[in-house]
T-cell receptor, first 115, second 113 residues
Framework: EPEVTQTPSHQVTQMGQEVILRCVPI?????FYWYRQILGQKVEFLVS????????KSEIFDDQFSVERPDGSNFTLKIRSTKLEDSAMYFC?????????????FGSGTQLSVL | DAKTTQPNSMESNEEEPVHLPCNHS???????IHWYLQLPSQGPEYVIH???SNVNNRMASLAIAEDRKSSTLILHRATLRDAAVYYC??????????????FGKGTKLTVNP
């Protein structure tokens, strides 16, 4: 079965530094997402992206966060100035069809640790 | 966001059926019911989804109450590999066509050999 690929699997950074988390969604998928999960907590929606623009975002996704699909295959999440509370597992997901409740395919995640 | 209620944990024995319940009394007419599972240190993985009718796939069955206020995920013969956290989720669709899945705490399923 096709899969969503995320790199790196682990990222350690200093507080205040910029990080970019990378994802390769399933080719020919149209909708792209970032979710995160703080250790021991629920999986939380961050943002959805369609047609080269953000379609929806949560209140977590403030102006420190940005997403981009720079080359038609990669989908990135950038955190401009990381905070300790950004430490979490970040999951990328993608979906194919525009309508019809197709399933989301999630990647294995990037564990971000902010020191 | 419409909420779901699940037991925190359940236990089963290997090769026995497992019924994982979910209550979603505030479900709206257009909400689909999704189930995902999550293994430790892995991303969520799709199990099954439905709207009104019961659904079967190679992984599981989904039984949806007639009033749609509850549903049950059925694993017909539990294996050790089925041990995971199972999330019952109502998908919320936006006008753009995208949606967000609102995860709860899920049910941690333990399968005993």
């Amino acid at each position: 079965e096709p899969e969503v690929t995320q790199t790196p699997s682990h990222q350690v950074t200093q507080m205040g530094q910029e990080v970019i988390l990378r994802c390769v969604p399933i080719s020919n998928h149209l909708y792209f997402y970032w979710y995160r999960q703080i250790l021991g907590q629920k999986v939380e929606f961050l943002v959805s992206f369609y047609n080269n623009e953000i379609s929806e975002k949560s209140e977590i996704f403030d102006d420190q966060f940005s997403v981009e699909r720079p080359d038609g295959s990669n989908f990135t999440l950038k955190i401009r100035s990381t905070k300790l509370e950004d430490s979490a597992m970040y999951f990328c997901a993608s979906r194919g069809a525009r309508q019809g409740n197709e399933k989301l395919f999630f990647g294995s995640g990037t564990q971000l640790s902010v020191l | 966001d419409a909420k779901t209620t699940q037991p925190n944990s359940m236990e089963s024995n290997e090769e026995e059926p497992v019924h994982l319940p979910c209550n979603h009394s505030t479900i709206s007419g257009t909400d689909y019911i999704h189930w995902y599972l999550q293994l430790p240190s892995q991303g969520p993985e799709y199990v099954i989804h439905g709207l009104t009718s019961n659904v079967n796939n190679r992984m599981a069955s989904l039984a949806i109450a007639e009033d749609r206020k509850s549903s049950t995920l059925i694993l017909h013969r539990a294996t050790l590999r089925d041990a995971a956290v199972y999330y019952c989720i109502l998908s919320h669709f936006f006008q753009s066509g995208s949606e967000k899945l609102v995860f709860g705490k899920g049910t941690k399923l333990t399968v005993n050999p």
